[in-house]
Nanobody, 116 residues
């Protein structure tokens, strides 16, 4: 069993910054990739960023240049530094991991609200 717990969400003003954290625990033998998704009210969950096991990063066009994904392998942590926040970034943010056994796990989500 794998557990993911996000933290760091909250309220920010447009142009501000927030840093999200996600702690993974449980029976994790090897992680292929870690990522962040978000779901705004009335919308489908959308992909935000991914960090592969080799260090490669990919970002959705909507956040490219503003968000940075990083990880601490020793602590099984993944982070999302969010800069230059916009009201459109308001959503529940979820972290997920893809293990080497091709299992996918999700956290419970953390709310990010950006005021204009």
């Amino acid at each position: 069993q794998v557990q993911l717990v996000e933290s760091g969400g909250g309220l920010a003003q447009a142009g501000g910054s927030l840093r999200l954290s996600c702690a993974a625990s449980g029976s994790i033998f090897s992680i292929n990739a870690m990522g962040w998704y978000r779901q705004a009210p009335g919308k489908h969950r959308e992909w935000v960023a991914t960090l592969g096991s080799g260090g490669s990063t990919n970002y959705a066009d909507s956040v490219k240049g503003r968000f940075i994904i990083s990880r601490d392998n020793a602590k099984n942590m993944v982070y999302l530094q969010m800069n230059s926040l916009k009201p459109d970034d308001t959503a529940v943010y979820y972290c997920n991991i893809l293990t080497s056994t091709l299992n996918v796990y999700w956290g419970q989500g953390t709310q990010v609200t950006v005021s204009s």
